[in-house]
């Protein structure tokens, strides 16, 4: 019964912005922290960004590091990450999750590709 739907990616050119989304449903969503990860064909899928519970406290991947916020509205149990100045190495399909991840919570992901 639990569902994490992201949307949102898209194809832009390095330097352009998108905003992701990931609509929960299914969980206590405003007591978990959430997580935003990405994944490259045969690599690791890698945590980039984790937001707490009430939001105030947030993190990042160094890679990411200024260039993306995390941020969430638990009234609408939606988790969001805003992507600046995007680079070709943001290539990825990007997913969200609680933390600790179930493996059982992964969805589809999203498509983000970054053309140079």
């Known amino acids: 019964q639990v569902q994490l739907v992201e949307s949102g990616g898209g194809l832009v050119q390095a330097g352009e912005s998108l905003r992701l989304s990931c609509a929960a449903s299914?969980?206590?969503?405003?007591?978990?922290?959430m997580g935003w990860y990405r994944q490259v064909p045969g690599k690791q899928r890698d945590l980039v960004a984790r937001i707490s519970s009430g939001g105030s406290v947030t993190d990042y991947a160094d890679s990411v590091k200024g260039r993306f916020t995390i941020s969430r509205d638990n009234a609408k149990n939606t988790v969001y990450l805003q992507m600046n100045s995007l680079k070709p190495e943001d290539t990825a399909v990007y997913y969200c999750?609680?933390?600790?991840?179930?493996?059982?919570?992964w969805g589809k992901g999203t498509h983000v590709t970054v053309s140079s």
């Open positions: 299914g969980i206590t969503f405003s007591i978990n922290t």
């Open positions: 999750n609680t933390i600790p991840t179930w493996r059982a919570y």
